[in-house]
């Protein structure tokens, strides 16, 4: 039995689908976790968002910036943006089935040594704590506030996490740090503007991960979202986002062995980004 880990899928469908072929996944045996951003910009998002669900058993995921995206717009809180490739599941019949099934879906998962999230954690959290913050966010959007939670999802303050923060600015805190964070200030302020390679961080920035002495290293934190990024390979840490969407790869890793696999993406589907 095998524990896979894919990057970004983006609605990228037939590349999944060549992945888990290639990989000789085991729908009976072997388990998926995907980094969030399951659906948008690629072409096919409802066959993808449909698969998962028919796959619930031996596939997870975490909500990515996209998967809160297309909530917010399904329940009226949000506006399509140009590349969105949303239309699709907000027409279809089933919708509410699939977005009730999404909005129950959690911001982070652990499991044999390893943190699945989107985008990052903060140093200064622990595996625990961690959790615990996510648990709030999925349990204001599971529950019957959610439409307010929505409504107020956007926007890139407050910049610093504060044990007392509270309502809507602590959970828009935690959302975009799990979601949206690349980059933090040597203050470990949230810097949410910074898109662009590792290479190309400014002076007064650094990678998320690149923080020492982070509380949550007897972890292995599995990501995905910084498609500029790449795969990412450390100790602690391994990025899987390789921009199938962009015309990149779409990346699987085994998280027993460490062996990743990948396919390139069929075409490229780049389509302007606003949101990512």
Known sequence: MAHYAIGDVQGCFDELQRLLRKIDFNYGKDTLWLTGDVVNRGPKSLETLRFVMQHEDCMQIVLGNHDLHLLAVAYGAGR???GDTLDEILLAPDNKIMLEWLRQQPL???AEGYLL???GLLPQWTADEALSLAAEVEDAIS???YREVFAQMYGNKPTRYRADLQGM???RLIMNVMTRMRALTYDNKLDLEF???Y???PLDLRAWFDVPQRCYDDHTVV???WSALGLCLRNNVIGLDTGALWGGCLSAIDLHTREVTQVHAVKDVRVDEKWR
Do not use: I, P
């Open 117 to 119: 999230v989107h985008a």
């Open 199 to 201: 290479e190309d961080l």
């Open 195 to 197: 898109k662009s390679t």
């Open 143 to 145: 529950g019957d506030g």
């Open 169 to 171: 600015d602590r959970l």
């Open 108 to 110: 982070m998962l652990q």
């Open 80 to 82: 399509l943006k140009r």
């Open 223 to 225: 990501f995905g979202h």
